[in-house]
């Protein structure tokens, strides 16, 4: 058993084409869970791993992008700048794939184990490190750690806490990993003003310890699958080289080379999905629902991936804040949080509000991301003055707000979209993968906007909005889709 009584599945079983679906979260109408309830004996050790584990990962990614510019210039290693990056996101997409694997075999408590060691090897290499290529290779171990960590909290969410705190629990990610964006840039930027980016490493990974006892507390070590599916190594393949492609087209230099990546990229892709929905399939990352005509799924996860794409902005709005707005670079860093900021307080918000709230906000979330995105657009000019950076951070913030309105039903969705426990695993961890290829494809493509606007970063910033904006538009009419089925399903037959 795992958490608090929902089992995963120890039994051999063959994986179906179309798994039982318990319905759309819209038609559970039960009264919602509260924050002193996630927070009570019963679940408090849970609901502190989560929260620790995803502050973590937040901190920890704006803490590097502070100190980069600082460490560079002690140990060199100009030319392998922006792989510190790609590096972390490969290893934190395979580590999101083998998830569900990795709880079959080896259990929950020791999959948290090996990501917590994992992240912290990484760290303490880079406390020490010599060289920026010694550095890499402790960013393989971060970005493997927390890709590991952030696909368990899911998973933790759907298994770990009854179905009336998934909403909070998925709130209480959101909000921790917001708040993860804001301490990352304040400690980076203080320890990287005196020169310290060891010291700044230091910290991180005295405050990695405290979840070596935690995961002992909040996870049950679980029985192991007597018998574990087949390791899917031809998809593995596939997200991992297409993952590799779409990291390598965002530091490419020009916009042809850069397209040209991403489209290669997007083939992988669909040769995976045509591998995976093959009738005879019996590997698979995805739940094997996500291919079955019935199934919600397809269109949860659609509207997931066009909502993050469209988040994906959120890596330039530093580079517009100093350009545009003349912003020094910790400012500039801030002002880049407000998008996920607005994301989490909304996303905490809401989470109180009954599933039947939670499916009607939903649809009208990506189309309000839409408007910030587009309102940020419109705003977009040189030499911009404080009151229009003041406007900026507030139609990002009305942006973020959008996510936060459109995620509680779609994560909830997704995790009981079926009683088949395994599957269910699996549904609840690819949500981590199919978000961490949608912001690295959603970053690709901002990049070559970008650059097309060139050499004005006014115009540049205005393609990217304003395309992204469009994106968002696409995600609202894919969950409107998915809110007609649900309706389509809970109406009564005649």
């Given at each position: 058993m795992f958490g608090s009584g929902v089992a995963i599945s120890t039994e051999p079983t063959e994986t179906p084409e179309a798994p039982e679906t318990s319905g759309p979260a819209s038609a559970r109408t039960g009264p919602p869970g509260s924050w002193r309830e996630l927070f009570g004996p019963a679940h408090r050790a849970t609901a502190l791993l989560i929260a620790g584990v995803m502050l973590l990962d937040g901190a920890s990614t704006w803490v590097t992008s502070s100190l980069l510019p600082t460490a560079v210039e002690d140990i060199g290693g100009e030319r392998l700048y922006a792989w510190t990056t790609t590096v972390f996101m490969i290893a934190s997409v395979i580590a999101a794939l083998l998830v569900s694997r990795i709880v079959s075999v080896r259990g929950p408590r020791d999959g948290f184990r090996i990501g917590v060691a994992s992240f912290a090897a990484g760290t303490g290499i880079a406390v020490v490190t010599p060289t920026m290529e010694v550095l890499l290779a402790g960013r393989v171990l971060q970005g493997f750690g927390t890709g590991l960590l952030a696909g368990l909290s899911y998973v933790t969410v759907q298994s770990a806490l009854p179905e009336h705190l998934w909403a909070r629990g998925t709130g209480l990610v959101s909000a921790t990993m917001a708040a993860g964006f804001f301490v990352g840039?304040?400690?980076?930027?203080?320890?990287?003003?005196?020169?310290?980016?060891?010291?700044?490493?230091?910290?991180?990974?005295?405050?990695?310890?405290?979840?070596?006892?935690?995961?002992?507390?909040?996870?049950?070590?679980?029985?192991?699958?007597?018998?574990?599916?087949?390791?899917?190594?031809?998809?593995?393949?596939?997200?991992?080289?297409?993952?590799?492609?779409?990291?390598?087209?965002?530091?490419?230099?020009?916009?042809?080379?850069?397209?040209?990546?991403?489209?290669?990229?997007?083939?992988?892709?669909?040769?995976?999905?045509?591998?995976?929905?093959?009738?005879?399939?019996?590997?698979?990352?995805?739940?094997?629902?996500?291919?079955?005509?019935?199934?919600?799924?397809?269109?949860?996860?659609?509207?997931?991936?066009?909502?993050?794409?469209?988040?994906?902005?959120?890596?330039?709005?530093?580079?517009?804040?100093?350009?545009?707005?003349?912003?020094?670079?910790?400012?500039?860093?801030?002002?880049?949080?407000?998008?996920?900021?607005?994301?989490?307080?909304?996303?905490?918000?809401?989470?109180?509000?009954?599933?039947?709230?939670?499916?009607?906000?939903?649809?009208?979330?990506?189309?309000?991301?839409?408007?910030?995105?587009?309102?940020?657009?419109?705003?977009?000019?040189?030499?911009?003055?404080?009151?229009?950076?003041?406007?900026?951070?507030?139609?990002?913030?009305?942006?973020?707000?959008?996510?936060?309105?459109?995620?509680?039903?779609?994560?909830?969705?997704?995790?009981?979209?079926?009683?088949?426990?395994?599957?269910?695993?699996?549904?609840?961890?690819?949500?981590?993968t199919i978000g961490l290829f949608a912001f690295s494809f959603g970053a690709a493509l901002t990049g070559v906007l970008v650059n097309l606007g060139a050499p004005s970063m006014a115009r540049s910033a205005r393609y990217a909005l304003f395309a992204l904006a469009a994106v968002a538009t696409l995600a609202g009419v894919t969950a409107c889709q998915e809110r007609r089925r649900a309706a389509a399903l809970s109406r009564p037959e005649r």
């Open positions: 840039p304040a400690v980076g930027g203080v320890f990287a003003q005196f020169g310290a980016w060891r010291l700044a490493f230091a910290v991180v990974l005295v405050l990695t310890l405290p979840l070596v006892p935690l995961v002992s507390r909040a996870v049950p070590a679980g029985r192991r699958a007597q018998a574990v599916s087949p390791l899917p190594m031809v998809s593995l393949v596939l997200l991992t080289s297409a993952a590799a492609l779409i990291s390598t087209a965002g530091v490419l230099s020009g916009p042809v080379s850069t397209v040209a990546a991403v489209a290669a990229a997007l083939v992988l892709i669909v040769v995976f999905v045509l591998s995976e929905r093959r009738p005879g399939a019996r590997a698979r990352v995805l739940p094997a629902s996500a291919y079955s005509s019935g199934s919600a799924l397809r269109w949860l996860y659609l509207s997931r991936v066009l909502i993050t794409v469209a988040a994906s902005v959120e890596a330039f709005i530093p580079l517009f804040g100093q350009r545009l707005g003349g912003l020094p670079p910790v400012a500039a860093g801030f002002l880049g949080t407000t998008l996920p900021v607005g994301w989490a307080l909304t996303q905490v918000a809401v989470s109180g509000a009954r599933p039947p709230v939670l499916a009607r906000l939903s649809p009208a979330g990506p189309f309000v991301l839409a408007t910030g995105l587009a309102a940020t657009g419109l705003l977009q000019r040189e030499d911009a003055s404080p009151l229009t950076v003041a406007a900026w951070a507030t139609a990002y913030l009305v942006a973020g707000s959008g996510i936060g309105m459109a995620m509680p039903h779609l994560s909830t969705a997704v995790m009981g979209s079926t009683t088949d426990q395994e599957e269910a695993a699996k549904a609840s961890a690819a949500m981590n």
